[in-house]
């Protein structure tokens, strides 16, 4: 079964950091994009960032770019959200979710078939 | 960017009855075109792919159509489960921009 986890929201000041995990299983995680997409209280979905079954490429929504950055590890079969500068505008529950699978390298661009439950992050004094 | 823009906002309806719900993009995308649903607390599930392509595990009710910019979300026959909110998503180049959500309620 695939399942994917989210940890490491909760309560920050505006201008903190804060670092997100997304553990996953049940799927070769290597061979597969991965994205993080938010949704702000009582809002819509907003896709925040994107990195490839390899590390690269990677891409950010303009609202993020330059304050969040991506990775993953496949030893650990795990995605990681780094947040810093945080702003009021970034509270939102944030899920990762799991994009194509990857063959000889290349990555489709496709829909999300597999999400996380979500993890709560809150920007507020 | 490719703006997604849904219709309605929000909908009333009944068991057993047909629904549409419309997705328009601001450029022509082809079928690159995803149908999700959301219910409240929980994150969203993949219903369609590819505008039409039906994922696995998802009733036949549902069914999706469309390409170039406009895009419907068809429920045959709703049943109490579908009572949910639904957003489709352009898939094919950055930034992935979702539509703002069509409320379906009862």
């Known amino acids: 079964e695939v399942q994917l986890v989210e940890s490491g929201g909760g309560l920050v000041q505006p201008g903190g950091s804060l670092r997100l995990s997304c553990a996953v299983s049940g799927f070769t995680f290597s061979s597969y994009s991965m994205n993080w997409v938010r949704q702000a209280p009582g809002k819509g979905l907003e896709w925040v960032s994107y990195?490839?079954?390899?590390?690269?490429?990677?891409h950010y929504a303009d609202s993020v770019k330059g304050r969040f950055t991506i990775s993953r590890d496949s030893a650990k079969n795990s995605l990681y959200l780094q947040m810093n500068s945080l702003r009021d505008e970034d509270t939102a529950v944030y899920y990762c979710?799991?994009?194509?699978?990857?063959?000889?390298?290349?990555?489709?661009?496709?829909?999300?078939?597999?999400w996380g439950q979500g993890t709560l992050v809150t920007v507020s004094s | 960017d490719i703006q997604m823009t849904q219709s309605p906002s929000s909908v009333s309806a009944s068991v057993g009855d047909r629904v549409t719900i419309t997705c328009r993009a601001s450029q022509r995308i082809s079928t690159w075109l995803a149908w999700y649903q959301q219910k409240p607390g929980k994150a969203p599930k993949l219903l369609i792919y590819s505008a039409s392509g039906l994922q696995s595990g998802v009733p036949s009710r549902f069914s999706g159509s469309g390409s170039g910019t406009d895009f419907t979300l068809t429920i045959s026959s709703l049943q109490p489960e579908d009572f949910a909110t639904y957003y489709c998503?352009?898939?094919?180049?950055?930034?992935?921009?979702f539509g703002q959500g069509t409320k379906l309620e009862i």
């Open positions: 979710a799991r994009g194509a699978y990857c063959s000889n390298g290349v990555c489709p661009l496709s829909s999300f078939d597999s």
């Open positions: 998503q352009y898939t094919n180049n950055f930034p992935y921009t």
């Open positions: 990195i490839s079954a390899s590390g690269s490429p990677i």
